[in-house]
């Protein structure tokens, strides 16, 4: 009986009978049988993934749906986010030739407005990495500080090593109206210019050489590459005194209004609200660079919160703080409840304190640090927070 001539497969290294190989087109790649009804299994899972993350995404009035269950007001931000998270998700997955180009965006907006609230909010919704930068931590390539590439491999990271997740995520920086362009006598800007010059390329799209954690060892550094071409970069900054910028060049463009009289100056609520006509030129004027701008096409301003908003952001989102109390004591079998009065007073000192909603966690951390020690040992299996309970003398 004739012996079967055996092949090497040069995928699993298996010497396997000639008539169970699967030869490339000119014989120099060989492929065994049961190799190849894997690789068929990886291009139909890699396939069904595909279209469901599509199939899944939400379209941008249910994403902002979403966002209304978690954020109160804001609601020219969170249009601007659904639209250009929900196109993002379409240009990464577009099959014709055609370059649609990417829309980051700028959020721009006083603290504890709810920027980085929303971009968190955002990213938990959609199941995708995010990693939140600060960008005053950042510095220019060779400076002590965290390169801009330490972005990338901090996402990489979020995605447990994914490196297609991680190429389809979002990249938040926080502050960056804090790298605006500064005049120094020896013309070395370490965290400005030079920073949003390191940032240009990975904003508009480009491969980046980063550190590979996962296979580097104690003696060598292993490198990876990422392509920044389908990442969401979405930016944010309360850019305090561009108002003065806006409010100049309105000034300049009042005309004539009615009966001949020549208005020079802007009214108070048009200087109020000056903020909701920056332009990309305001921020150029402001020290932000030209071609970095330029990459940034959205814009959304949030608006400073009233007292309504602080009462609203205590009771109505669906992890409100006062509902996140309530949880935590509800374990313990108690139940907890807040009079209108106290509410309103938690509201008020936050308001006034002019910190934004970051305030109402430290006034309610105040008021409830002797309840949540004492409950869990204590008979009492209802609390009621009245107005003399809040705390507000160390806020």
């Excluded at 400005?192 to 940032?199: C, N, T």
């Amino acid at each position: 009986m004739e012996e079967k001539k055996l092949v090497k497969c040069k995928f699993c290294g298996q010497e396997v009978e000639e008539d169970k190989i699967i030869y490339g087109a000119k014989k120099s790649l060989t492929i065994c049988e049961e190799c190849l009804d894997v690789c068929n299994h990886i291009v139909e899972d890699r396939q069904v993934e595909e279209k469901l993350t599509f199939d899944k995404i939400l379209k941008p009035a249910e994403l902002k749906a979403e966002l209304d269950k978690y954020i109160v007001g804001q609601e020219h931000a969170k249009k601007v986010l659904s639209v250009a998270v929900y196109n993002h998700y379409k240009r990464s997955l577009k099959t014709t030739d055609t370059i649609i180009q990417k829309s980051n965006v700028c959020l721009i907006g006083s603290s504890g407005s709810g920027k980085t609230l929303l971009a968190t909010t955002i990213a938990r919704l959609l199941d995708l990495p995010i990693v939140i930068v600060d960008a005053t931590s950042l510095t220019s390539s060779g400076y002590k500080g965290k390169d801009v590439e330490d972005c990338l491999t901090a996402l990489l990271e979020k995605a447990d090593g994914d490196m297609k997740k991680a190429e389809h995520g979002i990249i938040f920086i926080d502050e960056i109206d804090k790298i605006a362009r500064k005049g120094t006598s020896d013309g070395k800007d370490v965290n400005g210019e030079g920073v949003q010059q390191a940032l240009l390329k990975m904003v508009e799209g480009t491969n980046v050489s980063i550190a590979d954690k996962k296979n580097s060892s104690l003696l060598t550094d292993a490198t990876t590459t990422m392509n920044t071409t389908n990442i969401l970069f979405i930016v944010s900054g309360a850019f305090c005194g561009i108002e003065d910028i806006i409010n100049r060049k309105l000034e300049k463009n009042v005309k004539t209004m009615g009966f001949g009289v020549e208005r020079t100056k802007l009214s108070e609520e048009e200087k109020n609200n000056a903020l909701e006509k920056v332009t990309q030129s305001d921020l150029i004027e402001y020290g932000m660079i030209p071609e970095f701008v330029g990459r940034i096409q959205n814009i959304a301003v949030l608006k400073k919160l009233d007292l309504d908003s602080m009462v609203r952001i205590l009771k109505e989102p669906k992890d409100s703080l006062l509902k996140q109390y309530q949880e935590l004591l509800s374990i313990d079998g108690v139940t907890l409840t807040f009079e209108d009065k106290a509410i309103e007073k938690i509201a008020k000192t936050a308001y006034k304190q002019k910190t934004g909603a970051r305030c109402l966690k430290s006034i309610l951390e105040n008021t409830m640090l002797d309840i949540m020690f004492e409950a869990p040992t204590q008979d009492k299996k209802e609390i009621v927070i009245k107005e003399s309970d809040v705390k507000v003398d160390n806020i």
